[in-house]
């Protein structure tokens, strides 16, 4: 939000910078901008993931299934597209430099999506992979994901479904307000 973008009133005359100063500040217009920082980062293409789990089993302790959801997501669903942009385990995290943007939802509601009947645990995700290998993965004349990811997607037994995307600049700030759907910033993702 720039002081431009705001409503020519006295109030915002006069206070139109410190709001957006405190707006930008927050954990919130933090995390915005660093979606923004990736997503404009010229060596890099951003990916918006969606993936759906079926028959998890829940880990040891509290939100067994949450920390089950994002182990497959980390590591099962992200190492099949590292390894199809690069084979060895020590260039992954050039091919792949931002991976740690995930969030779980399981029974997610607002006022306009009541709880659906069939709930499944699911993972949203952002990541961003180098440019030059954006084509193993994602096909962009067709917008359709790789042959090989997908299937290698589909086989992983516990993926019910997935969607994964290119993440445009315009789009990134909404994406990222959809995923938190109202949740603290500052809660591990």
Request: charged share 30%; with cysteine.
């Given at each position: 939000?720039?002081?431009?973008?705001?409503?020519?009133?006295?109030?915002?005359d006069?206070?139109?910078?410190?709001?957006?100063?405190?707006?930008?500040?927050?954990?919130?217009g933090?995390?915005?901008?660093?979606?923004?920082?990736?997503?404009?980062?010229?060596?890099?293409?951003?990916?918006?993931?969606?993936?759906?789990?079926?028959?998890?089993?829940?880990?040891?302790?509290k939100?067994?299934?949450?920390?089950?959801?994002?182990y497959?997501?980390?590591?099962?669903?992200?190492?099949?597209?590292?390894?199809?942009?690069?084979?060895?385990?020590?260039?992954?995290?050039?091919?792949?430099p931002?991976?740690?943007?995930?969030?779980?939802?399981?029974?997610?509601?607002s006022?306009?999506?009541?709880?659906?009947?069939?709930?499944?645990?699911?993972?949203?995700?952002?990541?961003?992979?180098?440019?030059?290998?954006?084509?193993?993965?994602?096909?962009?004349r067709?917008?359709?994901?790789?042959?090989r990811?997908?299937?290698?997607?589909?086989?992983i037994?516990?993926?019910?479904?997935?969607?994964?995307?290119?993440?445009?600049?315009?789009?990134?700030?909404?994406?990222?307000?959809?995923?938190?759907?109202?949740?603290?910033?500052?809660?591990?993702m």
């Amino acid at each position: 939000m720039k002081l431009h973008d705001l409503e020519k009133t006295s109030f915002n005359d006069r206070y139109g910078s410190e709001i957006i100063q405190k707006t930008q500040s927050s954990i919130m217009g933090l995390k915005l901008q660093e979606i923004d920082w990736i997503v404009t980062h010229p060596n890099w293409i951003t990916f918006a993931a969606t993936v759906t789990f079926k028959d998890l089993t829940p880990m040891e302790g509290k939100d067994g299934m949450k920390k089950s959801a994002l182990y497959e997501y980390n590591k099962r669903v992200l190492n099949k597209i590292r390894r199809r942009l690069s084979r060895s385990i020590w260039n992954w995290g050039s091919v792949m430099p931002v991976d740690y943007i995930a969030q779980y939802e399981y029974s997610e509601s607002s006022i306009y999506k009541p709880i659906p009947k069939s709930r499944h645990h699911h993972v949203h995700g952002i990541f961003a992979i180098d440019k030059q290998l954006s084509e193993r993965i994602f096909n962009s004349r067709s917008y359709l994901l790789d042959d090989r990811v997908f299937n290698d997607l589909q086989s992983i037994p516990t993926v019910r479904s997935f969607k994964i995307e290119p993440l445009i600049l315009e789009e990134s700030d909404n994406w990222y307000r959809y995923i938190c759907k109202g949740k603290n910033p500052k809660e591990p993702m």
